[in-house]
């Protein structure tokens, strides 16, 4: 008999993702999603590190990559959100919530912005007043 393509090398039976219950993640999910968010956190703290990223704007992406793994971790509270979202499927909740997670990101980059944009304007005007008070006392000593 031929193996199925769901046998590994060591010839073990691999967990058949269809056969896992709906609602549930397989150990192996699991620990690929730990694994990325750990990732994840640790490469944040290396951009803060590295001054690419200022500490008050990785404060979400770290919050991010901690409540994946919280979620991954504790998977009832993932399924009690789907139940209070009402929706069908874990995977809609985590979507809906990544949505709202960059819809947060998009707000604080946006104040951000809006307030780099105030201050670039004043810089812009005080720096003309201030060439030309330069030029008034150039022409001055002429």
Not at 61 to 90: D, E, K, M, N, Q
Not at 111 to 123: A, E, F, G, N
Not at 129 to 135: A, I, Q, S, T
């Amino acid at each position: 008999m031929n193996p199925s393509p769901l046998e590994t090398a060591q010839g073990a039976q691999a967990v058949n993702p269809l056969s896992v219950p709906a609602g549930h993640l397989t150990t192996h999910q699991q620990v690929v999603v730990v694994v990325l968010s750990v990732f994840l956190l640790l490469f944040i703290i290396h951009m803060v590190r590295r001054r690419a990223i200022r500490e008050e704007y990785s404060v979400l992406w770290l919050a991010a990559g901690i409540l994946v793994v919280l979620a991954t971790v504790f998977y009832s509270v993932t399924l009690a959100l789907t139940h209070l979202f009402g929706a069908v499927a874990p995977t809609t909740a985590v979507f809906l919530l990544s949505i709202l997670f960059l819809v947060v990101l998009n707000i604080q980059i946006t104040v951000v912005l809006s307030r780099q944009t105030t201050q670039i304007h004043r810089l812009s005007q005080e720096l003309a007043l201030l060439n030309e008070r330069l030029d008034q006392a150039e022409r001055k000593e002429q």
